[in-house]
């Protein structure tokens, strides 16, 4: 990117849904600054992760055309066998006149994926209580089914429909009817759960830290 200042880096929320903005590798996409000037980028990498929205250019563009500030934040690679709490400490220690406040990143990641995760979860509670009460009420109406049909199952006994054949020919009824609304709280139920794989999937990532002015470091 410092070599051709018309390619760019998108966060993963232009692939993932979390953005109005659809890009894929390869693509050419305008963007405009805040002159209202306005450049064709080439998309060359699109991240899995969100943790950072934006997009990201060379050094030069980003000065030149976003008018950008000198950066104040920083990613660091933790070394080998270092606690990432640790390095964070220091590096809050050594540059506390900067004013440096040090994240590591990894435990920023996981305090998002639980937060995610919470949601999900509450949705499949509130799926497990829509299925407790849709079974309790198919029982109701199950029962009241039998007994609003008492003549219709009279004629069945009468024209010499046994109690066995009457009572099979309830249940396959019911279990039709079951077996519809089961199905579609299934689907549900698998959105959530796949939901719930794709975020911990999404979310697990190495670690860095930011620096001076501001700071974040992960193992």
Known sequence: MQADPSLAI???????????????VGERVEVANARGQVRTFTVIGVLREVLIPGMYVGDDTAKNFFFAQAPSSFLFKVAPGASPG???RELDRDFVSWGMDATVLRDLIDQVSRIN??????????????LVVGVAGLGVVTMRNVVERRNEIGTLRA???RRSMVLKYLLIENSFVSLLGTSG?????????SSRTSCSLGCSASGTSRSPSRGSTSS
């Open 159 to 161: 024209i010499g429909f």
């Open 10 to 24: 998108f966060d993963g929320g232009v692939s993932n849904g979390f953005s109005l903005l659809k890009l894929a």
């Open 185 to 193: 709280l299934r689907s549900e139920l698998a959105v959530g759960s």
């Open 117 to 130: 995760l919470s949601f999900i979860n509450i949705i499949q509670a509130f799926l497990g209580l829509g």
């Open 86 to 88: 640790v390095v964070q």
